[in-house]
């Protein structure tokens, strides 16, 4: 089956870094996603991630390392409207759909 | 802009009832998915169709049906709805070619 582990809430201070992680079991791999949902919104699309490294994208970055079945979302220079749910999704070799974690409520405070 | 609609943000309906929620995404994309969202339990794939007709369960079927008559619309239908079925429902479409899921903005199902 699928095993998909991330923090459930974390809270972090306005202009702070943070750094959410999350690992993963999964039969193959296709690539991991980070999405982020405020509240009472449709998650939508930070970063993709399919090979072992960070991929940087303005204060967001993404980190995936295969071998240990482990991502994180790194959220630079925190500012409020960063409080959301981060969630993070595996795509499994041989399915056609992500299996998504439960989830980590980020809370920035002032 | 890959745009995915939902037919309805809230949706308030009585036990027994038989309720549909509407899915529309206008990239031509194959897949379609739908979702339930409840605290503490995270996405729970529900169903997801691949084609035009064409259908697979999902983790948590029980209690649902699905429609895609057309390749843009994807139909989430509760024969008989029940209070266990009050969540946010998410769908969400993606093309053959790529791994990208693009969310609808969800419909709150309220049944009392």
């Known amino acids: 089956g699928q095993n998909i582990d991330q923090p459930t809430e974390m809270t972090a201070t306005e202009g702070a870094i943070v750094q959410i992680n999350c690992t993963y079991q999964?039969?193959?791999?296709?690539?991991l996603f980070w999405y982020q949902q405020h509240a009472g919104e449709a998650p939508t699309f930070l970063s993709y991630?399919?090979?072992?490294g960070l991929e940087e994208k303005g204060r967001f970055s993404s980190f995936l390392s295969r071998s240990k079945g482990y991502s994180y979302l790194l959220l630079k220079e925190l500012q409020m409207k960063d409080s959301a749910s981060y969630l993070c999704?595996?795509?499994?070799?041989?399915?056609?759909?992500?299996?998504f974690g439960k989830g980590t409520m980020l809370l920035v405070s002032p | 802009d890959v745009k995915v609609t939902q037919s309805s943000r809230y949706l308030v309906k009585r036990t027994g009832e038989k309720v549909f929620l509407e899915c529309v995404q206008d990239?031509?994309?194959?897949?379609m998915f739908w979702y339930r969202q409840d605290p503490g339990l995270g996405l729970r794939l529900i169903y997801f169709?691949?084609?035009?007709?064409?259908?697979e369960k999902g983790d948590i079927p029980e209690g649902y049906s699905v429609s895609r008559e057309k390749k843009e619309r994807f139909s989430l239908i509760l024969e008989s709805a029940s209070t266990n079925q009050t969540s946010m429902y998410l769908c969400?479409?993606?093309?053959?070619?790529?791994?990208?899921?693009?969310f609808g903005p969800g419909t709150r199902l309220t049944v009392t």
């Open positions: 169709s691949y084609d035009v007709k064409m259908k």
């Open positions: 969400a479409s993606r093309s053959g070619a790529t791994y990208e899921q693009y």
């Open positions: 999964t039969s193959g791999f296709n690539g």
């Open positions: 991630n399919v090979l072992d």
């Open positions: 999704a595996v795509f499994p070799s041989g399915y056609s759909t992500l299996t």
């Open positions: 990239m031509d994309h194959e897949n």
